[in-house]
């Protein structure tokens, strides 16, 4: 997925979303493990795509080779990103469906922030009012009947009377899990229709449908599915009723067949949640002898030291130090870890998602990041920590990054928090 410049409409956007990531921005600011293309060192921005509505939900342009993206990080995370965008992204997997973020007009930017593909000599289009987020209601006069057990694909009756317009967050089951907060990662599964027109939209619960992972009312999904988690229970079943100005506002979506005026019915599964400064449990083992060796440091940042007299490998190391109990990780994967990188030939520490106070999220196998990350971290289970030693030539090659040397080995001690 190749993500670089702002959407309209981002509430969180006051600079590039694709400097959020681990390390700092690249091209001279520091980096950790995102991927340096552009040949004088310096970031290049892709042309930017014209706005169009995309599958559910988002903020952010995209490329039309992307399947699915996010602008995960809230802004108080550190500085994520990749030279090729933003770097989240879910795997569409049968369906080709999941939460998509949508595209909004941003009135408070210029047009040509607006549309920068329009030519210098076009007026600018008059700004129109962007539709106000009603606030949302705990019930309604009608509301859709829903029947079926939590954990499985919901039957949704629509009514035959319209919706009056109400946003409605209502838990009809209620989990027995922790509390979701705000900025949490979270996974749901999800079932919907359209009430407009009665319409069965595809689901999570779909033949090669997947579960959703995002971060719990950080701003990035449309406001019915962004609103609906946070102050919820893990284990519960959350009925949405969404307005077109909780879903996808004045534009609709024609890649699903729901038109500008439509009201959106979801039935949202909450599965598991997951704290942004969580880090994997359980009793590390110790590296082999040849290996950096790795001090568990809790909520910190881990205290890795390199072994003297031990030359830099040539090819790509890793060890289990923890075995998580989860499923594997697959190429495009959307994963999230926490990470401590630092440099073989001195031990000095580059970064830490842990120093940011947030986990890191990318998609595996997209080449979103440095090659020794897609090849030592795909087929790890989830829950485990992971050492990796990474050779130049599948690190940052020949490319020096602030605090990075060119033909650095790198070493990562990562903690795999989840995978959807």
Do not use: C
């Not at 979801?266 to 994997?280: E, Y």
């Amino acid at each position: 997925m190749s993500e670089n410049a702002p959407g309209p409409g981002d509430p969180r956007r006051t600079s590039d979303p694709a400097a959020l990531r681990p390390g700092g921005v690249l091209g001279g600011t520091g980096e950790s493990i995102v991927v340096q293309k552009p040949e004088t060192g310096r970031r290049v921005a892709p042309p930017v795509e014209e706005d169009k509505p995309e599958v559910f939900a988002s903020n952010v342009r995209r490329t039309s080779s992307s399947q699915a993206g996010y602008d995960e990080a809230p802004a108080s995370v550190g500085r994520l990103g990749v030279v090729l965008g933003t770097v989240l992204a879910v795997l569409l997997v049968g369906s080709g469906i999941t939460l998509w973020l949508a595209n909004r007009p941003d009135d408070s930017k210029p047009a040509a922030d607006a549309a920068p593909t329009a030519a210098a000599d076009s007026p600018a289009p008059s700004a129109s009012a962007e539709p106000t987020v009603p606030p949302i209601k705990d019930n309604a006069a009608v509301l859709p009947t829903v029947s079926g057990a939590t954990g499985k694909k919901a039957d949704i009756a629509v009514p035959k009377q319209q919706s009056d317009g109400s946003f409605v967050v209502k838990t009809l089951n209620e989990g027995t899990g922790a509390v979701v907060k705000k900025n949490d990662w979270v996974t749901v599964d999800y079932t919907a229709k359209d009430w407009t027109t009665g319409k069965t939209i595809p689901s999570s619960y779909d033949k090669g449908g997947q579960p959703q992972l995002f971060q719990a009312g950080a701003g990035e999904l449309i406001a019915a599915l962004d609103s609906s988690v946070a102050g919820r229970k893990v284990g519960s079943r959350v009925l949405v009723v969404a307005p077109p100005a909780a879903a996808f506002r004045d534009q609709g979506n024609s890649q699903l067949g729901i038109g500008a005026k439509d009201t959106l019915i979801f039935v949202v599964d909450i599965v598991r949640s997951l704290d942004p400064g969580a880090t994997v449990t359980g009793t590390p083992a110790a590296a082999p002898s040849d290996m950096p060796q790795v001090k568990d440091n809790g909520k910190k940042a881990a205290e890795i030291t390199v072994p003297k007299g031990v030359a830099a490998p040539k090819t790509l190391k890793s060890a289990v130090l923890i075995k998580g109990t989860g499923p594997k990780v697959t190429s495009g994967q959307k994963v999230v870890v926490q990470y401590t990188g630092l440099l073989y030939s001195n031990g000095k520490k580059f970064d830490s998602s842990l120093d940011h106070g947030s986990a890191f999220s990318f998609t595996t196998g997209g080449g979103q990041v440095i090659q020794g990350w897609d090849k030592g971290l795909v087929g790890q289970t989830v829950g485990s920590r992971v050492e990796l030693v990474i050779p130049p030539s599948l690190g940052y090659g020949d490319q020096a990054q602030t605090g990075i040397p060119a033909k650095s080995t790198l070493v990562f001690v990562v903690d795999i928090l989840d995978a959807g």
